[in-house]
């Protein structure tokens, strides 16, 4: 599978515990985006990268999120000191900029359970 | 700040009718405006974008800047379009994807 590729699918940690998630875009993909989506709603702005320069970040983005993409390839997502609001399904995608092509690929998500 | 608004959360059509989805957007520029779909159990996927002026398994979508709005349209429905909706939209091609809450479709046989 060339798309976008995210682990793990499924992550259950205890309230107070730091959880990390990968993701790896499309390969020549220059931007990368993080999403969180809640039941019943539609995916929410977290932040998003331009190679490995993080461009925004949501401004409703607690302290404990954090984001980095090092080398402008993989991206990975750590939030520190988990609450029971941080569940939800973080989903990654990504697309390549300065063309007419602004589709977004996203992967499959990862679901996390605070417990 | 640019939003997108999706009004109806749950529509139900029966199969052969027409459908619409309703998506308005606020933004006082000139948006680039995108249809995603998410079938059961498959991830987030693009369907179809205004700048193509396409149609995607005889959906189609007309940005009405006037009315900030991008309804998607099927003039016959079918089990298979049965999934969620998410409307969206970028200021530029270099700037962030906003997401609507989307509109879950329920194509009954």
């Known amino acids: 599978d060339t798309g976008v590729s995210q682990d793990p699918r499924h992550k259950i940690t205890k309230r107070g515990q730091n959880v990390t998630f990968r993701c790896d875009p499309i390969?020549?993909?220059?931007?990368l985006y993080w999403y969180r989506q809640t039941l019943g709603q539609g995916p929410e702005f977290l932040t998003y990268?331009?190679?490995?320069?993080?461009?925004?970040k949501s401004r409703l983005l607690s302290d404990r999120f954090s984001a980095e993409r090092p080398k402008g390839s993989f991206s990975t997502l750590e939030i520190q000191r988990t609450e029971q609001g941080d569940s939800a399904m973080y989903l990654c995608a990504s697309s390549l900029t300065g063309s007419m092509n602004t589709e977004a690929f996203f992967g499959q998500g990862t679901r996390l359970t605070v417990v | 700040a640019q939003r997108v608004t999706q009004p109806e959360k749950l529509l139900s059509v029966f199969k052969g009718a027409p459908v619409e989805l309703k998506c308005n957007y606020s933004y006082s520029g000139s948006p680039e405006l995108f249809w995603y779909v998410q079938y059961s159990r498959q991830r987030l996927q693009l369907l179809l974008r205004h700048i193509s002026r396409e149609s995607i398994k005889g959906f189609t979508a007309d940005l009405n800047k006037g009315e900030t709005s991008f309804h998607l349209k099927k003039p016959f429905a079918q089990e298979e379009d049965s999934a969620m909706y998410y409307c969206?939209?970028?200021?530029?091609?270099?700037?962030?994807?906003?997401f609507g809450p989307g509109t879950s479709l329920s194509v009954i046989p």
């Open positions: 990268f331009q190679n490995e320069a993080q461009l925004e």
């Open positions: 969206a939209l970028t200021k530029t091609s270099y700037d962030k994807v906003i």
């Open positions: 390969s020549e993909h220059n931007r």
